[in-house]
């Protein structure tokens, strides 16, 4: 197991350089200058040349790509273009708000959709599969800012109970972290109803049942661990979503984690601001792919056997 896992991360390792490469390039020919940036209202051609030599702006394309990866092998990101502070001290402080909306958001999302899905796939055709149904669909077919604009309008501005926006207590969580877990809860409902319905009029589940096993535990003890492949699967993904949803959760309740951050960087143009935050996404999205890995090894036994084998050198 710890030889796969470092496998992994070592794979991890040209994904992520991709991306940098990629974005890197995509912002080095995007049109727009650092030093009319930088400057502002006091630009003039010689100091905007200064800063140019200063930055290296004037350099080669891939050296400038070359300086950029050979730094962030010292985790230095660079300072903000625009407000001189470091991008890396910026990220200290705001990473643990989006990650703490992120897990929130996955948690909620884990939970209420299994429970939807499976009420829906054993109650098929049924009042509580067509309401189940109904509600998912709802929320994969609306927006999230919709909801996010929906929420602060009706709990935040007419009831009152939470705040609009901004940055405090717990309260100032719940809005954000609903608004970003609703639509993931509607698609991994859907998935679920899908993956119990495939295992339901199994052979085994015909036997529990004979054997008179209580039906929550043929459901939850031999349904639920079957389905759970896809569900895992899926659920590894809506963590992308979530990262990215959190861009526009974040801006709508303009609360100061990275997506905000990124957001800002790209209105701004503040190119280091960019690519540190697209680059930690990229990593955070990794490693949780890697950790639904193992979560499904924990669940199915052929994949424990893969690991395994890999272990002792007969897989690849």
């Known amino acids: 197991m710890v030889r796969y896992i470092l496998k992994r991360l070592l794979l991890m390792l040209p994904v992520i350089l991709g991306v940098i490469i990629v974005v890197f390039t995509l912002l080095y020919i995007s049109p727009g200058d650092a030093a009319s940036i930088i400057l502002g209202t006091s630009y003039t051609a ?64 884990a939970v209420f959709g299994i429970l939807l899905g499976v009420t829906a796939a054993v109650n098929q055709n049924k009042w509580q599969d067509s309401l189940c149904m109904v509600l998912a669909l709802l929320g994969t077919s609306l927006p999230g800012f919709f909801f996010a604009l929906l929420l602060a309008l009706v709990f935040a501005f007419t009831l009152q109970w939470l705040p609009p926006y901004g940055m405090g207590g717990p309260e100032y969580y719940i809005l954000p972290v609903v608004a970003n877990a609703l639509g993931g809860v509607a698609m ?51 963590f992308a979503g979530v990262l990215g949803g959190s861009i526009i959760i974040e801006t709508v309740f303009a609360l100061p984690g990275v997506g905000y951050y990124l957001v800002t960087g790209c209105n701004n143009r503040d190119y280091n601001v960019v690519m540190a935050c697209t680059i930690i996404i990229s990593v955070a999205f990794s490693l949780v792919m890697l950790l639904v890995d193992l979560l499904m090894a924990m669940v199915d036994p052929r994949i424990k056997i893969q690991f395994s084998e890999v272990k002792h050198g007969r897989g690849k």
């Open 188 to 238: 991994l409902a859907r998935q679920t109803r899908s993956s119990m319905l495939e295992v339901i009029h199994s052979d085994f589940i015909v036997m529990a049942k004979a054997k008179g096993l209580r039906r929550r535990d043929i459901i939850y003890r031999h349904m639920l661990p079957n389905a759970l492949i896809p569900v895992l699967t899926t659920i590894g993904m809506q």
């Open 46 to 109: 010689e100091s905007a040349a200064r800063i140019r030599e200063t930055l290296g702006l004037n350099q080669p394309y891939l050296v400038q790509l070359g300086k950029y990866i050979f730094n962030l092998f010292r985790f230095d990101f660079g300072d903000s273009w625009v407000s001189g502070v470091s991008v890396s001290s910026e990220l200290i402080t705001r990473l643990p708000r989006t990650l703490l909306i992120g897990s929130l958001s996955i948690v909620i999302t």
